[in-house]
C-alpha cells in the first residue's frame, strides 16, 4: 500500500513539473495547446510542456522555438505534439529552420526526418497517410517509421515522399523540384510574412526579383532608360525678318510652292465690271387668293441680285360646275316640303328598342302561322 502511493506521488510530481520543451515566439489567430486534461490558449511567450498537443486554427498562424534554437512555423489547420528533442506532425504543415548543427528530429506516423543545419518543409495528411518533405537548404536524412535505419538523403533543391500506396511505404528516391512547385508550396505559408521574404527563387532556380523601384509599366507607353550622365543645354538660334537668310532657307520648297501660289492667284479672283447679265427665275409660288409674278435676277459685279416683283391679288369663289348646280336645284324642286324636311330629321330619329323589335318579329310570326291554319 505504502509502494503504492509512493509511485502515484512520484507521477503526480512529474505531471506537476513537466519539462518546458518549447515557447511560442509569433501568434496570430488562435492557437491552443493540451495537456492532459488542461486547455490553454497560447499568446507570446508560451511555454509548452513535455507531452504537450497543440492545435492551430484554420487562417492562423504559430511560430515556436525549442531548446536546441530550431524554429518550427505551424501553418493553420495544423496539429502537432512535442516531445524533449523530438516534433511530432499528426496533420498539415510545418516550415523547419535551424541555424545550428544540433540533431533535431522530426516525425509522422509513418516517417521519419533527421536534420541538422538547414531549412526545410514537411507535411503530413492523416487521410491519405501521405508525407512530403521538400529541403531548402541543407541536407535531411529521410526514413519510413517501421525501418528507420533505412534512410534517403535528401539535398537542397529536392524532394521526397512516403506513400502508403507507393512501395510499401518506401521513401521515394530524391526527386528534383521546380520552381512552380515551390511556389505552389510557399503559398500555403502566406500568412507569414518572414518566410515570404527568402530568396530561394534566385538561389535554386535563378529567378530574378523584381527591382521594387522598376514596376511594370504601360505596354504602349516605352520605359526610358535612365543614365548617369548629366544633361546639357541645347541653344536654338532664331533669324530675324530683316537681313540675310541663309541659302538653305530661300532655296526651301515652301518657297517653290508660295511662286506657284502667286502665280495662279488671279484665276481666283471675282470678276469687276460695270455690265450687268440678266437672269430670269421661273417658278411657281402659291398664295391664298392671290397670284404673284415671277420674279427677276441680274447679277452685277459679281453679286447676285433678286428683285422681287409686284403683287397682284385676285378673288376666287367658291364656283362649282354649271351641270353640277344645275342637277341640285332640278332635285330640289322635285321634294315637297315634307320630304326636304324628313331627310333634315331623318338622323335624329331614334329607332326601336331590341324588345320592340323581337315584339313585331313575333307578331309577323303568329300572323303568318294563323292565316295558314285558316
Known amino acids: 500500500m505504502k509502494l503504492g502511493l509512493l509511485v502515484l506521488l512520484i507521477f503526480m510530481t512529474q505531471i506537476t513539473h513537466a519539462k518546458i520543451v518549447a515557447r511560442v515566439l509569433d501568434v496570430k489567430g488562435n492557437a491552443f495547446s493540451f495537456y492532459g486534461k488542461k486547455a490553454v490558449t497560447l499568446k507570446y511567450g508560451s511555454k509548452l510542456s513535455d507531452l504537450s498537443e497543440v492545435m492551430v486554427e484554420d487562417g492562423s ?5 525549442n531548446a536546441k534554437g530550431h524554429i518550427f512555423h505551424v501553418n493553420g489547420g495544423s496539429l502537432v505534439k512535442l516531445f524533449d528533442g523530438i516534433v ?7 516550415w523547419v529552420q535551424s541555424n545550428n548543427k544540433q540533431r533535431g528530429l522530426i516525425n509522422t506516423s509513418n516517417s521519419v526526418g533527421v536534420f541538422n543545419e538547414g531549412e526545410f518543409i514537411y507535411s503530413f495528411d492523416n487521410i491519405s497517410g501521405k508525407t512530403q518533405l521538400l529541403v531548402l537548404t541543407g541536407e535531411v536524412k529521410f526514413s519510413n517509421a517501421i525501418e528507420p535505419e533505412l534512410q534517403t538523403n535528401i539535398a537542397s533543391g529536392y524532394f521526397s515522399l512516403i506513400d502508403p500506396k507507393y512501395e510499401n511505404g518506401i521513401p521515394r528516391g530524391a526527386t528534383k523540384v521546380g520552381l512552380q512547385s515551390y511556389k505552389e508550396m510557399k503559398s500555403v505559408f502566406a500568412h507569414f510574412d518572414k518566410l515570404q521574404k527568402t530568396n530561394y527563387e534566385h538561389l535554386l532556380w535563378g529567378e ?6 522598376m514596376g511594370r509599366g504601360i505596354a504602349s507607353v516605352p520605359q526610358s532608360s535612365t543614365s548617369s550622365k ?13 537681313g540675310r537668310l541663309p541659302a538653305s532657307v530661300g532655296d526651301s520648297p515652301l518657297k517653290y510652292y508660295n511662286d506657284l501660289k502667286k502665280k495662279d492667284a488671279w484665276k481666283y479672283k471675282p470678276v469687276q465690271n460695270s455690265k450687268t447679265a440678266p437672269v430670269n427665275y421661273f417658278g411657281y409660288t402659291p398664295a391664298k387668293k392671290s397670284t404673284t409674278r415671277l420674279n427677276s435676277t441680274k447679277v452685277k459685279a459679281g453679286k447676285v441680285v433678286i428683285i422681287p416683283a409686284k403683287k397682284q391679288t385676285k378673288k376666287y369663289s ?4 354649271a ?3 344645275k342637277l341640285n336645284l332640278i332635285n330640289d324642286l322635285k321634294k315637297s316640303g315634307f320630304e326636304s324636311s324628313l331627310e333634315r330629321e331623318s338622323g335624329r330619329i ?10 313585331i318579329d313575333e ?5 303568318n302561322d294563323y292565316q295558314k291554319e285558316y
Open 350 to 359: 331614334k329607332r326601336n328598342p331590341e324588345e320592340v323589335n323581337h315584339l
Open 208 to 213: 530574378k526579383k523584381e527591382s521594387p523601384t
Open 61 to 65: 498562424t504559430l511560430s515556436l522555438v
Open 363 to 367: 307578331l309577323k310570326s303568329y300572323s
Open 323 to 325: 351641270s353640277i348646280k
Open 88 to 94: 511530432e506532425l499528426k496533420n498539415g504543415h510545418i
Open 230 to 242: 548629366k544633361g546639357r543645354l541645347i541653344t536654338i538660334k532664331t533669324y530675324k525678318s530683316s
Open 318 to 321: 367658291d364656283r362649282a360646275p
